[in-house]
């Protein structure tokens, strides 16, 4: 309902729902598990990715998360909740028609995976 209804991002709803979000929890169980310092930052950072002094494994881990999105692995609103951070894009030498090609690229394949699991 707060996505829907006050136009709330996944975060925010998250956050006044839970009092944390799904990347905070995901890098303490990152790290409680013991797995290198550069993956729980990019997970504790993949929507606010970091970029300066030069783009980390975040900034990956963000584009291709709303690549991921945006191409239609999680259904619902909740989906289109995630806004893609354009100084990652940037910074990572992609542009939006980049961005729009992964996500075409993506479906298809999404569509491809579906089509092979599903029974005939």
């Not at 939006?96 to 029974?119: C, F, G, H, K, Q």
Request: hydrophobic content about 45%.
């Amino acid at each position: 309902e707060l996505i829907d209804r006050q136009e709330s991002s996944l975060l925010e709803a998250e956050r006044l729902m839970l009092g944390t979000d799904h990347a905070e929890v995901g890098a303490c169980l990152l790290r409680k598990w013991g797995l290198p310092e550069l993956l729980v930052e990019a997970v504790a950072n993949h929507h606010h990715p970091v970029i300066q002094p030069q783009p980390q494994l975040s900034a990956i881990v963000h584009v291709a998360d709303v690549v991921a999105l945006e191409a239609g692995i999680s259904p619902g609103l909740a989906s289109f909740a995630t806004r893609v951070d354009e100084d990652a894009v940037e910074a990572l030498g992609l542009d939006r028609e980049n961005i729009e090609t992964l996500i075409l690229s993506a479906y298809d394949s999404l569509a491809r995976v579906e089509e092979m699991i599903s029974p005939s």
